[in-house]
T-cell receptor, first 116, second 112 residues
Framework: AQKVTQAQTEISVVEKEDVTLDCVYE???????LFWYKQPPSGELVFLIR??????QNEISGRYSWNFQKSTSSFNFTITASQVVDSAVYFC?????????????FGTGTRLLVSP | SQTIHQWPATLVQPVGSPLSLECTVE??????LYWYRQAAGRGLQLLFY??????ISSEVPQNLSASRPQDRQFILSSKKLLLSDSGFYLC???????????FGPGTRLTVL
């Protein structure tokens, strides 16, 4: 069975600090996808990134970066120079590799609080 | 561009009353549609998914049902709400080559 663990329930940082959100996953599939979503206070989930299991290259998008390591089954998310607007709940998710249709298994989320 | 709508945005209902939540998608055809529930302070649980009109798959046994009367419309219903049905309900879609799910704004349901 697939499982996603986000051990950090809540993280508090001060603006401009770097912060890393951890995600550990379990799957028996050799091909799968990993995702990160952001849920701001409004509630809507915002898609951040998708990574397939064959691509272990780290990715950087502005202040956001992702570190995918199959050896440790981890897909960690780092925010550099955090801002108050980054305050949200962040979810890591996993799905089987089926184009167009997939069931997402979500972690329980990490609440990030960035104070000025 | 594609957009997804949900209504109502918030709802307060008494125990035992019926429920109907609606989700519609614009700008795409034949999407796969999903209903999730997020209980307070918790992760998302997949409730139902649909790959086409009239095709519904249920993930967990529960007090709820889903229907897909049109290609881009997905409805979540209950005949009699329970207190445990309270939560934040999110609709999502995928289509074509993309397999990231895009979510609607959600409906916050409180059952009293």
């Amino acid at each position: 069975a697939q499982k996603v663990t986000q051990a950090q329930t809540e993280i508090s940082v001060v603006e401009k600090e770097d912060v890393t959100l951890d995600c550990v996953y379990e799957t028996r599939d050799t091909t799968y996808y990993l995702f990160w979503y952001k849920q701001p206070p409004s509630g809507e989930l915002v898609f951040l990134i998708r990574r397939n299991s064959f691509d272990e290259q780290n990715e950087i998008s502005g202040r956001y970066s992702w570190n995918f390591q199959k050896s440790t089954s981890s897909f960690n998310f780092t925010i550099t120079a955090s801002q108050v607007v980054d305050s949200a709940v962040y979810f890591c998710a996993l799905s089987e590799a089926e184009v167009g249709f997939q069931k997402l298994v979500f972690g329980t989320g990490t609440r990030l609080l960035v104070s000025p | 561009s594609q957009t997804i709508h949900q209504w109502p945005a918030t709802l307060v209902q008494p125990v035992g009353s019926p429920l109907s939540l609606e989700c519609t998608v614009e700008g795409t055809s034949n999407p796969n549609l999903y209903w999730y529930r997020q209980a307070a302070g918790r992760g998302l649980q997949l409730l139902f998914y649909s790959v086409g009109i009239g095709q519904i798959s249920s993930e967990v046994p529960q007090n709820l049902s889903a229907s897909r009367p049109q290609d881009r419309q997905f409805i979540l219903s209950s005949k009699k709400l329970l207190l445990s049905d309270s939560g934040f309900y999110l609709c999502a879609w995928t289509a074509g080559e993309y397999n990231e799910q895009f979510f609607g704004p959600g409906t916050r349901l409180t059952v009293l």
